[in-house]
């Protein structure tokens, strides 16, 4: 077995190892746990038998490892980029940029219909920040995903950092991290003080370009 397919054994341990904590959690679904139980076990024990390596010890090792490097790069971080929609249906994008003495927070709902405004906001720095703290990033996996539910809610948050390729993301799919809604509350506010502009987020040069008046 390659490295590409211990990779894609290693994300469905962890997949089912979610969604069976998530049933686990549930009163209606914990006393159907048993078959999603014995695709765990023989998941690893496929893996082990490939690598003679325990998944589970591995996952742990990676998750305390990205924990550490968004600690470690917290004085760096610049952008918080946030992204949540659905099928059919339209989505949002909240992209908060850290400046040394303010958060400028842009929004926009997209949809098919073009030119649709961006919401701008300025933010007190410190207080933001802090409340970014409160929602505990380092502890979000990497992925999050409900093999239950088709289609429903896909989201994404990407954080960037000064100085650094290095970026921390998050991504799910029907599946959410405990603190979810306090993030999308947080970068997808709705502030009446808003002011709108012509700008499309997607634009990574003309998102740049405004920046520049702040």
Known sequence: MNNAKLKQLLSEIRACKQQ????????????????????LAELIATYQQRTKRNPLVLL?????KRRRNFLANW???KELRFSVGGYPGDY???LAVILPKKVVLLQQHHSLIEGTPCLVNQLEREQFLTSVQACHLEDWQ???FNPQILDGTQWSLICYYQGLKQTFTAEGSNDYPASYERVKNLLLTKDEA?????????????????????
């Open 194 to 214: 808003a002011k709108e502009v012509a700008l499309n987020l997607m634009d990574q040069e003309a998102v740049t370009d405004f920046l520049t008046t702040f």
């Open 75 to 77: 004085s760096q971080l």
């Open 60 to 64: 742990a090792r990676q998750d305390e």
């Open 92 to 94: 949002a994008t909240g």
């Open 142 to 144: 990497r992925e999050y």
């Open 20 to 39: 069976l904590e998530r049933m686990e959690a549930d009163e209606f679904f914990k006393t159907q746990t048993a078959p999603l139980k014995k695709e």
